[in-house]
């Protein structure tokens, strides 16, 4: 009994899979676009992949971060009323602002 209440306690933590250790983003700081957490919106600067600028990832465009889990090979943006499921290697070419 006072195993499976352990056991219980670990699972529902809130954090138990997130990656606690990351550093907090400034506003105005240029990063990666994996490394933008959830729920926060950025403006891409700089953008290398041709088929990404051709969906709308362009230079200039504001973006909302819908899915960023460390632990999950993609994540989900938003750019206006479209939603994209990006490859984290494909992210990692694009450059974002926190305005």
Known sequence: ???????GR????KYRFHNRHR?????GENIILNQ???GESAIIVNNQNLKTIERGLYPGAQIFMLR???YEPNLVIAVGD???VLDRRISKQITVIIP
């Open 36 to 38: 933008l957490p959830e």
């Open 10 to 13: 670990f699972w529902n933590k």
């Open 1 to 7: 009994m006072q195993f499976r209440h352990r056991i």
């Open 23 to 27: 550093h907090p983003i400034n506003k």
């Open 68 to 70: 960023n889990r460390h």
């Open 82 to 84: 479209a939603r994209y």
